[in-house]
């Protein structure tokens, strides 16, 4: 059996994504900034993308820019908000602690540059509170950048009352959108959002494309310095067949988005249930505001990379924390702003389901994930440890 349960890594291309990128990549080569026939063929093949990603978004196609990918999307929306502040006297942004790398290293180079940054903590399951976000606004504070839905524990922040504050105090709101576009419903318009970062992995279009979602009226300067592509602010030539590719994967995501959220629901709600039955279990997220496919749990006495590596030998692809931070052996720093102590944050799996996986894979994860932290944990000194001190809920 092979089960694909990371899905917040990326996502398989779908047939769709495919069947829209095949032929541009053979026959829409003309470069849509020229004037000829397959210039023009492909540009207008361009305009269409570009509508159907504002349409999927509520917002307007002048307010979409193509990008590389999610990762440069947050860099430019970022680095732009900041310049603008900075621009007015505004050197004071509003993040938090469990954001990607990408929103966090961009910020960190930021503060290198003498912006200040408040990094709000979270709660215990992964929220940010309102309230203490309206207590770190200052006069001088130029941008909020709050994920959307977190990539590790999928915890869904406030988004649209977070948007509403920052309207009220004349605050840019910029939100990673990442995993949740194409998964949970995003509307820009009702969602107060004035920056949205998005990239098409996520949902099954192919890597190395992605879109910056900036409302008319910020005055978004060049990212990349170069031709007149993108409204002049971002040269290159666009990356056509990806670009369709995108716009098709997500025009089919935002179609069928109440029944795939269905569907992954039950899923993710059947494998919290059975891994909650393990003993000293620790689901992490909240159990309400949470992605529909996105599961956390630290298991004690348990080495994540262990428990990895023996589900992958049993046919399932899973990730610690994020894809970003397997590689590296320190906890991820999301697990460890729940307030996780760093033995229990060692022991985490995050399985991430999509529309693609069936009843089956769950009960097959169900099958194996058991035995193998049981297994883990007979040869864990960690475990040996802990049955000095508690009665083994193994012998119950
Ligand atoms: C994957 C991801 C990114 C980065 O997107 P890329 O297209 O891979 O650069 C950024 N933020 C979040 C939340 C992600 O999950």
């Not at 990371?6 to 069947?19: C, F, Q, R």
Request: aromatic residues 4%.
């Amino acid at each position: 059996m092979f089960v694909y349960a990371d899905n917040a890594a990326t996502t398989a291309m779908s047939k769709t994504a495919a069947d829209a990128m095949l032929p541009a990549m053979q026959e829409l080569y003309g470069n849509p900034s020229s004037l000829h026939q397959k210039g023009r063929e492909a540009n207008m093949a361009l305009l269409g993308a570009r509508e159907t990603v504002a349409h999927c978004l509520n917002a307007d196609p002048k307010e979409i820019y193509f990008t590389g990918c999610g990762t440069e999307a947050d860099n430019w929306a970022i680095l732009e908000a900041a310049r603008l502040g900075a621009e007015a006297g505004k050197k004071h942004i509003i993040s938090d602690t469990i954001e990607h790398h990408a929103v966090l290293h961009t910020l960190k180079k930021l503060e290198k540059q003498g912006f200040e940054v408040t990094y709000l903590p979270v709660h215990e399951n992964g929220l940010v509170r309102l309230g203490e976000l309206e207590a770190a606004v200052r006069p001088d504070t130029c941008l909020v950048t709050i994920m959307f839905c977190n990539n590790e524990i999928g915890t869904l922040q406030p988004v649209r009352e977070i948007g509403a504050l920052c309207r009220e105090k004349g605050i840019l709101f910029h939100t990673d959108a990442v995993q949740a576009v194409g998964h949970v419903p995003v509307d820009v318009q009702k969602d107060n959002i004035d920056m949205l970062s998005l990239s098409g992995h996520k949902f099954h279009a192919p890597k190395g494309v992605g879109a910056l979602y900036c409302k008319k009226g910020v005055k978004l300067k060049n990212f990349i310095e170069g031709g007149a592509q993108e409204r002049g602010r971002r040269g290159g030539t666009e990356a056509i067949p990806a670009i369709l590719a995108m716009a098709a994967a997500l025009r089919e995501s935002c179609g069928h988005l109440t029944e795939n959220m269905e569907k992954v629901t039950a899923m993710r709600d059947k494998l919290i249930d059975g891994l909650s039955k393990i003993p000293c279990a620790r689901c992490n997220g909240d159990p309400e505001h949470k992605a529909p496919g996105i599961v956390s749990f630290c298991f004690e006495g348990v080495e994540g990379e262990s428990l990895l590596l023996r589900l992958d030998l049993a046919g399932i692809c899973a990730s610690s924390g994020s894809a970003c931070t397997s590689g590296s052996l320190d906890p991820s720093h999301v697990l460890l702003a729940l307030g996780l102590p760093h033995e229990i944050a060692h022991g985490s799996l995050r399985l991430s389901l999509c529309e693609y996986n069936s009843m089956e894979d769950v009960d097959y994860i169900l099958e194996q994930v058991p035995e193998v932290v049981r297994t883990l944990r007979q040869m864990s000194p960690v475990w040996l440890h802990m049955l000095e001190h508690m009665d083994d809920p193994y012998q119950s």
